[in-house]
């Protein structure tokens, strides 16, 4: 191809490369040289720099060390305290995965140790960190990946022919347009469709969960979506209604590759897994299967923060920090060259929380922003997170001296790992009184996966655990749950307490049955700290309903809310009003269009018409199936 051809033009020796292959839009070259694989760096920087490309050098599978004695040379040159626990081989990439609890020591001071291994056993390692919860899923995933290791290697070599087949230096495209699919004017079924000449890109596909039958996914059946014709699936985050849509396009036939960061891949397997189990347990229609899901790890790409990788032909993408989840995103869309620069927000918060840093608004170029307005309206305006932390500690002491229960319905992702953090300060600094705290649901799975990313934490909880040695999702005041009859002990015997319980809408799962046994006993407290989807079981107890129905052992049952209900605004993931206004007046450089998503209705309406006012600049709050022609 051109594009390889182009490459090789910078290599003095071209017999000195036996083979050469994509890995999505990574360039790949084989040597049979050890010398000459060792001592190739300025080389190769020099080609990274003349063609914009990613290139890498490897050695080729026949020159390899024997994977016993590798696997033996490995163990001996690692220092204990680097935790061992698995080395995992991928022969036809010459590539050797090494999973340690203590990463940092496997890679040694200035890389040393990564060098060391490579030298010796002409291997070229990947360093991955056991999580510090036992984590399924992680394990599933990584065996399903090293499972099929070839049919990967076949995958993301097609994927870059596709990437490069229409390759050229000078590209220009006369036309962009973007098709809203999901999320025009509502919160659910995050799904756009970018278009241009050369692509088709799906940014986010998922469910509206609070919704009922076809309102809960997103437009594919619009005139424009062929899903024969699409390139790629950008997945900014993993929550149910961003996410949880794509296993199905695998199971329509979709096969090609799904950009994402680690974080984000784990949590959304996790999130798709459970919304079949839903539907099993409540008899529903399965939209797809566990099979499925499976798919769309084998197809994930996953890409670190601030790592520009070509997609398509015409379109490159850098994956930014969004501060709303593990590893969600702001995605920086480049098409064409230099033709157009697209933001993608998806969901984010624009302030530091307890868990993570907050959301990226510089980027090198930007003309056009697609932003959410979950909180977009006049009235809001959150308080600020020390008020919402103090209100948090406060409900919970009053509910605790009346010898009541807290429920907190808790979205799995996210809100729930940062309430983790502020109970377990608080406890720690003597602002709370020690108690336990049980968890239910996949609280207790997805904050395993937090363990085996802290990179992407904020640098408070980083520097606790790389500096301190003090993991704070690892204290004793967490207990899990996970059997009928532990449920009953705790609402019936045990005493005071704070439950953390999934789902956070209170669509399913554990939280409904809590709030069933605790709603009448006016000595307990049910505390919401996430947003609620119209129509979902939990806005209704927000809204004051004194009677809702609640599906019990026997069928719907109806439950009199003698509890106390709280709300706590301000720790949403979403940015609020303000925050909103001031990312895009601080965005740089400044956008000349604003497409508003993600809102209710008047949300929406309200921010378009605001920003249009403040900045001076095109706003669009599309409906679902509108088109926007961006150039």
């Known amino acids: 191809m051109e594009i390889l051809d182009e490459v090789l033009k910078y290599i003095p020796d071209k017999s000195k490369i036996s083979d050469s292959a994509f890995e999505g839009a990574n360039i790949i070259l084989y040597t049979k040289d050890e010398k000459f694989l060792i001592e190739s760096n300025g080389l190769l920087k020099s080609i990274v720099n003349a063609i914009k490309k990613r ?83 992680i394990e599933n995933i990584r065996h ?50 970018l278009q241009t000449p050369e692509s088709r890109v ?29 390139d790629a699936v950008i997945l900014s985050h993993p929550h149910v209604d961003h996410s949880a849509f794509i296993p199905f396009l695998l199971k ?28 099993q347990k409540e008899a529903s229609k399965q939209i797809y299967t566990s099979k499925d899901v499976k798919e769309m790890v084998k197809h994930t790409i996953t890409l670190e923060y601030e790592e520009v990788t070509d997609i398509t032909p015409d379109i490159r993408i850098t994956l930014y920090n969004a501060g709303h989840t593990l590893g969600s995103s702001v995605v920086h869309i480049h098409i064409g060259n230099g033709l ?18 907050p959301a990226v608004n510089r980027f090198p170029r930007v003309e056009t922003i697609i932003i959410e307005a979950t909180y ?4 809001d305006i959150l308080p600020s997170r020390a008020s919402c932390e103090e209100d948090i500690i406060n409900t919970i002491k009053k509910t605790l001296d009346r010898n009541g229960k807290v429920l907190i319905p808790v979205l799995g992702v996210g809100r729930s790992q940062e309430i983790m953090l502020i109970l377990e300060q608080a406890i720690r600094e003597g602002k709370l009184e020690k108690i336990p705290i049980y968890i239910q649901g996949m609280v207790w799975d997805i904050t395993a996966i937090h363990t085996a990313y802290p990179d ?3 640098r408070n909880v980083r520097k606790s655990i790389f500096h301190r040695d003090h993991n704070p999702f690892l204290s004793d005041i967490f207990m899990r749950i996970s059997s009928k009859k532990e449920q009953d002990q705790i609402v019936e015997e045990t005493g005071p307490c704070v439950i953390m319980a999934t789902s956070g809408m209170m669509t399913a799962g554990a939280s409904v049955e809590y709030f069933r046994r605790l709603a009448d006993n006016p000595k307990n407290t049910i505390m919401f700290v996430n947003y609620l989807g119209e129509g979902s079981l939990g806005r209704r107890i927000q809204n004051g309903e004194s009677e809702v ?23 949403s993931g979403h940015a609020g009003r303000a925050e909103l206004i001031r990312y895009l007046s601080t965005c740089d450089p400044k956008p000349k269009k604003v497409i508003i998503v993600h809102g209710e209705s008047s949300k929406t309406l309200d921010l378009a018409s605001s920003i249009h006012k403040l900045a001076r600049i095109e706003t669009n709050a599309p409906k679902n199936l509108e088109v926007i022609r961006l150039r």
């Open 202 to 230: 799906l940014l986010d596909c998922g469910i509206n969960v609070a919704a009922q039958n076809q309102d809960q996914y997103p437009f594919l059946e619009a005139p424009e979506f062929n899903i024969e014709d699409l």
């Open 144 to 193: 399903v990946l090293y499972e099929h290791n070839d049919y990967r290697r076949k995958f993301l070599n097609k994927v870059g022919k596709r990437i490069y087949g229409g390759w050229t230096k000078n590209k220009q495209n006369e036309w962009i347009r973007i098709s809203i699919l999901g999320a025009g004017r509502q919160v659910g079924r995050s799904c756009f469709l």
């Open 55 to 137: 290139v890498e050098l490897r050695p080729d599978p026949s020159i390899t060390m024997d994977l016993e004695k590798a696997k033996e040379t490995i163990e001996k040159l690692l220092p204990k305290e680097a935790g061992l626990t698995d080395i995992l081989f991928d022969p036809q990439r010459s590539l050797v995965t090494i999973e340690a609890e203590k990463p940092g020591l496997v890679i040694g001071k200035q890389g040393d140790l990564l060098k060391e291994i490579k030298k010796k056993t002409l291997w070229i390692p990947i360093i991955r960190r056991t999580p510090a919860i036992k984590s399924k899923i």
């Open 456 to 458: 992407y934490l904020n």
């Open 340 to 357: 157009h620069n697209l933001v993608y927000t998806a969901d984010f918060k624009f302030l530091r929380t307890q868990l993570l840093e």
């Open 376 to 379: 977009g309206a006049k009235d």
């Open 252 to 279: 329509m036939g979709y096969r090609g590759p799904i950009y994402c960061t680690e974080p984000t891949r784990d949590i959304a397997a996790l999130l798709c897994l459970d919304t079949i189990a839903v539907s």
């Open 549 to 571: 129905q609640v599906p019990g052992e026997k069928g719907m049952e109806s439950i009199k809310v003698n509890m106390e209900v709280k709300t706590i605004s301000g720790l």
